[in-house]
C-alpha cells in the first residue's frame, strides 16, 4: 500500500462507526451489533458459524443466500434478510452486505455514515470455491478482519490440487477394499468436499457411494436449496451392515465422530481430517489421524494481506486468530492497526464442533 493515512485524532476514534461492546461490535449511530456474542436487540450476522450466530437476540439480519443455513442452525429466530449489494438505511447509517466467501451466505458488512466507510468482514476467504459467491474487495476506510491464519506458515495449496488429493486417496482406499473417513466441520467444510469432489471427479464418476454421519443432514439440505451441487448422499444406515460397498465409501463425519461406536460399521477404515490446521505435522499427529487435508475456509496469510490491500483502507483492526502478530506487521508497514477483543474462536477446529448445535453427536448413540 503506498499511502497509509496518517494516525487518526482522538476526534475520528469518537466518530467510529464499529466500537467493541461486552455484547459485541456495536454500532453506535445505527444502534444494533455485528455477530454479538451476547443477547442484543439487533443483530447483524456475517455467517452461521456458531461463534459467530448465536441464540438470543431480538432481531437477526443476515444475507438472502444465508437464510436457509442460519435458520438450519438457529431454528424459529426471527430473521430479515438481503440479497448481496442491496442497500438498506437504519437511523442514517446506510448498511449493505457483500459476499465473503467463507460459507454458504457469509457476508461483510459494510457500513456508512458521516463521510466514513467501515466494512466488518467476518470470516473470509479469497479462493472460489463453489459452494457460496465468491469474496468480494469492498473499499473502505476502516477494515475490520479476522486473523485466525494470519502467521506466514499458513499458506493452502489451489483447492483443486486439495480436492485430487482427497480423491485419489479415497480412490486407492476403495480399491483396497477399504472405507475411507473425513472428518470435516459440519457446516461449510463438509459440503465444500462433497462439491470438490463432484466437481473433480468429472464424468469419470466417483470411487464409491458417499455416505454422511446424520448430523449433515439438514446442512446438507439447506446447501442443496440454495443450488449448490452435491452427490447422491447416503445414511450409513441404508445399507446392510456387511455390505461390500461400506468398504468403498467415502464417510464424511463431524470431527466428534472420531472413535465413536458409529464408526464400527465400517470396519479398518483410512481416517482423514480436513482443516487449515492440518498444514502442521504435529496437529495432524494430535488427532491421531492417517491423513490431513490443509483445506481451510479462512484466507491463508498472502490471503488476509491481499485482502486488506484490496480495500485500500487505512485502518485494520483485527478480530481474533493471531492478533498481535497480524497488528504488528500491519503496523510496521504503515497501517493504522489496532485490535477488537472479541470471543469468536475457531471453527476449524475439532472443538468448535462440538460446540455446534443441533447435537452434532445424535447418530453416534446408534447401534
Ligand atoms: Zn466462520
Ligand atoms: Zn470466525
Redesign the pocket.
Known amino acids: 500500500m503506498d499511502h497509509p493515512r496518517p494516525p487518526t485524532s482522538e476526534s475520528r476514534h469518537a466518530h467510529d462507526l464499529i466500537i467493541a461492546r461486552p455484547e459485541g461490535l456495536y454500532c453506535p449511530p445505527g444502534d444494533f451489533y455485528i455477530?454479538p456474542w451476547r443477547p442484543v436487540d439487533r443483530a447483524v450476522i456475517?455467517?452461521a458459524?456458531s461463534?459467530?450466530a448465536r441464540f438470543g437476540h431480538a432481531h437477526y439480519l443476515c444475507a438472502e443466500p444465508g437464510r436457509g443455513v442460519l435458520l438450519a442452525r438457529l431454528p424459529g429466530i426471527q430473521l430479515d434478510t438481503l440479497p448481496y449489494g442491496e442497500r438498506i438505511t437504519h437511523h442514517g447509517v446506510t448498511l449493505s452486505l457483500h459476499p465473503a466467501g467463507?460459507v454458504l451466505g457469509s457476508a461483510q458488512v459494510r457500513l456508512e455514515f458521516g463521510g466514513q466507510v467501515w466494512v466488518a468482514s467476518?470470516?473470509y476467504k479469497l479462493e472460489s470455491d463453489g459452494t457460496c459467491d465468491p469474496f468480494e474487495p469492498v473499499p473502505c476506510d476502516t477494515f475490520i478482519t479476522?486473523s485466525?491464519f494470519g502467521l506466514p506458515i499458513y499458506r493452502w495449496p489451489p483447492q483443486a490440487a486439495l480436492m485430487a488429493e482427497v480423491f485419489h486417496w479415497w480412490q486407492a482406499n476403495a480399491q483396497a477394499g477399504r472405507a475411507s473417513i473425513v472428518y470435516a466441520y459440519t457446516f461449510g467444510k463438509a459440503q465444500r468436499i462433497l462439491h470438490g469432489l463432484l466437481r473433480h471427479a468429472g464424468d469419470d464418476g466417483l470411487p464409491g457411494p458417499v455416505i454422511a454421519h446424520g448430523a449433515l443432514t439438514t446442512l446438507n439440505a439447506a446447501y442443496a436449496e440454495a443450488g449448490v451441487a452435491l452427490p447422491p448422499i447416503m445414511l450409513a444406515t441404508e445399507l446392510p451392515p456387511r455390505s461390500p460397498l461400506l468398504r468403498q465409501a467415502l464417510v464424511v463425519a463431524p470431527p466428534s465422530a472420531q472413535r465413536s461406536p458409529w464408526l464400527r460399521r465400517f470396519g479398518d477404515a483410512s481416517d482423514a481430517f480436513a482443516s487449515g490446521w492440518m498444514q502442521l505435522r504435529c496437529t495432524r499427529r494430535r488427532r491421531g489421524v492417517d491423513r490431513g487435508f490443509a483445506l481451510s475456509d479462512?484466507a491463508d496469510w498472502p490471503g488476509l494481506l491481499k485482502a486488506i490491500e484490496a480495500t485500500g483502507a487505512g485502518r485494520v483492526i483485527v478480530?481474533?486468530?493471531n492478533v498481535p502478530v497480524m497488528v504488528r506487521y500491519l503496523s510496521e508497514r504503515g497501517w493504522q492497526a489496532q485490535a477488537f477483543d472479541t470471543e469468536?474462536?475457531?471453527?476449524e477446529s475439532a472443538r468448535a464442533d462440538e460446540q455446534a448445535k443441533p447435537a452434532a453427536a445424535s447418530e453416534d448413540a446408534a447401534p
Open positions: 455477530d456475517t455467517h458459524h461463534d459467530h467463507h467476518g470470516d479476522e485466525t479462512h478480530t481474533h486468530g469468536y474462536g475457531d471453527d
